[in-house]
Structure formats: structure tokens, C-alpha cells
T-cell receptor, first 115, second 112 residues
Framework: GAGVSQSPRYKVAKRGQDVALRCDPI?????LFWYQQALGQGPEFLTY????????KSGLPSDRFFAERPEGSVSTLKIQRTQQEDSAVYLC?????????????FGPGTRLLVL | AQTVTQSQPEMSVQEAETVTLSCTYD???????LFWYKQPPSRQMILVIR??????QNATENRFSVNFQKAAKSFSLKISDSQLGDAAMYFC?????????FGKGTRLSVIA
């Protein structure tokens, strides 16, 4: 079956613009995760959904970042009033069941460049 | 803060040789899984191997194996018979303050 997909793959935004990043998890996967990966670094956790419920958003760096998964499938990460420090690769991952014991399957990422 | 430490930013190995990537972690979980992920250049992250902490037996997946020392909170990855396609960033991950905490990665180069 299809893996995790993300769109767009690349996004260039002017500072101050709003952006929306989409994630399509593997069909039937309950858990969905968003990560931010700076150049040369490991992924850093942003937020986690179990079905449509956002159970953990402790990693969101500011109130400009907002994520939703209204029907428990597709998720959108929105960044308002983008800043240069938001430039990074945003990774989405999904897993079949509850966190901790399930393997997370990653999408290809969205590379965001804020000018 | 609960952290994952990969002390080798870069490693290199000759083709067909063996290399070990180190990782230490710090989790307060009592029952947990540990993961090694591979991220080839400009390609997506894929799982290499995972270890269940309550199992004493080290996980093995073809040429990849782990040396898991629970008391020392150490979880190293051994790659045997290295191949050119093994060249990538390797990330160790464990549960922590967030569902999964990743190390900063080790860049592995394979020399033909």
C-alpha cells in the first residue's frame, strides 16, 4: 500500500506569510506525528495525534504553529506569519497503534524556506 | 531533559567491513522500545531495526544488529559487510519527554 505522503515537497515563503503543510498518513494508522528537522540535526517533535485528538503539542515552538487532524486521517500543519527561523524540513510520521511500541513510518518531508 | 546522545557525528567504513554506531539514551520509561532509523541523502527516513527493552536478546535484522545494554542505557548499531547503499545519516531514537526523542545523528560514509 501507499506510504506516508506530504505536500508540497518544497515551499518558499516570504517572511510574514502563512503556510499550510499537508500530511496523508498510511491508511488505517491511528497515530500521526509532526517533526521539525533543521539542517544536519535529528528530527524534533512538534505534536502528536491519536485519531482526531491532539494529545501532545508540547513541541510546537510558538503560538504561530497550529496543527489539526479533523477527521482522524489527513493532517495539516499551519505556520502563521512565518519567520526565517522556521526554515527547516517538516516531517510527518504515522503509526498503526499507540505510541511507544509502534514503529513510526515517515513521509518524505516538506522543505520550507522562509526568505 | 531526557536525551539521546550519538557521540560520533561522522563515521566511515570500507566496503565489506563492519562498523558500530554508538548511542546512549535517558528515559524514565520502564517498558519501552528503541529504534535506529536511516535517512539517505534527500530521501525519507526508514526504520533499520528496533529493540524491545524487556527482551535481553539483541535484535538482528540481516546485516544489522544491536548491542543493547539496558543498565548502561546503551544501544549501539552494528552494520556488517557494509555496502555502498548503507551510506546515510543514522538516527537513534527512544521515548522521552515526547513520544520519540532522536539523537543528532551519525553520518556514515562507505568507501569503495
Amino acid at each position: 500500500g501507499a506510504g506516508v505522503s506530504q505536500s508540497p515537497r518544497y515551499k518558499v515563503a516570504k517572511r510574514g506569510q502563512d503556510v499550510a503543510l499537508r500530511c496523508d498518513p498510511i491508511s488505517g494508522h491511528v497515530s500521526l506525528f509532526w517533526y521539525q528537522q533543521a539542517l544536519g540535526q535529528g528530527p524534533e517533535f512538534l505534536t502528536y495525534f491519536q485519531n482526531e485528538a491532539q494529545l501532545d503539542k508540547s513541541g510546537l515552538p510558538s503560538d504561530r504553529f497550529f496543527a489539526e487532524r479533523p477527521e482522524g486521517s489527513v493532517s495539516t500543519l499551519k505556520i502563521q506569519r512565518t519567520q526565517q527561523e522556521d526554515s527547516a524540513v517538516y516531517l510527518c510520521a504515522s503509526s498503526l497503534g499507540t505510541l511507544g511500541q509502534e514503529t513510526q513510518y515517515f513521509g518524505p518531508g516538506t522543505r520550507l524556506l522562509v526568505l | 531533559a531526557q536525551t539521546v546522545t550519538q557521540s560520533q557525528p561522522e563515521m566511515s567504513v570500507q566496503e565489506a567491513e563492519t562498523v558500530t554506531l554508538s548511542c546512549t539514551y535517558d528515559t524514565s520509561e520502564s517498558d519501552y522500545y528503541l529504534f535506529w532509523y536511516k535517512q539517505p541523502p534527500s530521501r525519507q527516513m526508514i526504520l533499520v531495526i528496533r529493540q524491545e527493552a524487556y527482551k535481553q536478546q539483541n535484535a538482528t535484522e540481516n546485516r544489522f544488529s544491536v548491542n543493547f545494554q539496558k543498565a548502561a542505557k546503551s544501544f549501539s548499531l552494528k552494520i556488517s559487510d557494509s555496502q555502498l547503499g548503507d551510506a546515510a545519516m543514522y538516527f537513534c531514537a527512544s521515548p522521552g519527554n515526547t513520544p520519540l526523542v532522536f539523537g543528532k545523528g551519525t553520518r556514515l560514509s562507505v568507501i569503495a
